[in-house]
Nanobody, 122 residues
Framework: EVKLVESGGGLVQAGGSLRLSCVAS????????ISWFRQAPGKEREGVSGIGIWDGRTYYIDAVKGRFTISSDNAKNTVYLQMDSLKPEDTAVYYC???????????????WGQGTQVTVSS
């Protein structure tokens, strides 16, 4: 059974940093990708960033480029999302998601984590 567990959310002031972690289990091999999504109140869930576990290829949406960094520690089955220069508009519940490849849209996700709240105060 595939399981994704996020951690690292919290409350931070604008300009601050947080690091989210996603521990993945239940996969056979490394032919999968982890993507981070977020959902703010009243808005649709949107893809933010993703990484292919077997090739390390990454993507970021324009809104977070230069501020967020995704990385993976395959020995620990963990994907990180380092978030710097946070803005109030980054406030959302952040989810990690698994699929055979990096995906930006929720309908292509096979497995979801439970989510972690990120709140950025102005």
């Amino acid at each position: 059974e595939v399981k994704l567990v996020e951690s690292g959310g919290g409350l931070v002031q604008a300009g601050g940093s947080l690091r989210l972690s996603c521990v993945a289990s239940g996969f056979t091999g490394d032919r999968y990708a982890i993507s981070w999504f977020r959902q703010a109140p009243g808005k649709e869930r949107e893809g933010v960033s993703g990484i292919g576990i077997w090739d390390g290829r990454t993507y970021y949406i324009d809104a977070v480029k230069g501020r967020f960094t995704i990385s993976s520690d395959n020995a620990k089955n963990t994907v990180y999302l380092q978030m710097d220069s946070l803005k109030p508009e980054d406030t959302a519940v952040y989810y990690c998601a698994a699929a055979p490849k990096v995906v930006r849209f929720a309908e292509y996700v096979d497995h979801w984590g439970q989510g972690t709240q990120v709140t950025v105060s102005s």
